[in-house]
């Protein structure tokens, strides 16, 4: 499938992942506190990105974690905040999920944050992840349901807005809100389900939550005017009442629902007791 990821590793979208993973680093750690994360644990991060997460992963392991990362731009950092923290190099995988020659039956957890949102046939990387885990290995991931988006007041162009913006990552193959079909993936990917964790996140004009929002939105509005019916037209307009909006204390802008989605991979009796004891064998003679 050609694919190709689209928000890029520009230092505008640098700038604007930092910021976001400021903004929202405190619920990945509340996932690892639930997750239980042991000394020495093999663990695989997919698509770090500037890794304000992967340090804690190698914190909380003792150790190097293993990462899936086809930026170099984002290597590159990675290397540099490795030599910080004296816990070593993990193996790189310096290409998209898709092509990385994952180990089978090695990892006791696979994380990734908003990475899945960007593949296309979503459910082929996830059996392929399944198999890169141990029996009784975790997969975690955190995913947006987009459904919750709002600005309050509305505007009259929301709708056409949020179809363009699930558009956009369609335009890849892609699905901005896929969190919410998580569990039914994993559940065909052959993963017994642990949990789903919501975090919806809620903020007036001048906070962390509203410009974290507004960035984004404000930096792809021109790419999103390619999907009609939203166009160049309502994309100006829109931002025009979001400026009003933001104007006035009382407006709010609802975040995107971020859901954390945890599964396991089936131990290797349960998969044996699962299959059943088999047919009775049928007396000869
Ligand atoms: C939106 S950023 C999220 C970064 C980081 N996980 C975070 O939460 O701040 C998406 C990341 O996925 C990486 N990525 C893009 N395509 C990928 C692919 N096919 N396989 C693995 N990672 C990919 C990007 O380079 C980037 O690091």
Redesign the pocket.
Known sequence: VA?R?L?G?SRREATR?RA??RLWDPTSRALFDRLGIRRGSRILE?????G??NLELRRRAGGPVDV????AV?RARLARVWRGDGRGRGRVFET???EAPLPRDHYDLVF????FL??PDPLSHLRKVARALRPGGILALQEYHRDTLGLVPRAPEWSDFLAADLAFFRSQGGDASLGSRLPRLLEKAGLDPVEVHPTVMVGHPRSAVWNWLTAYFTSVMPRLANYPPFDARKARSLLRRWREAEAERSSLLIAPAVLDVVARRPSRRRRRAARGPGRPRRPRG
């Open positions: 694919y990821y928000l590793d992942l976001q993973a997919i698509g770090p990105g500037r304000s997460l899936v990362e086809p930026s984002f998209g999920l898709a990734a944050r908003w990475v960007f593949l």
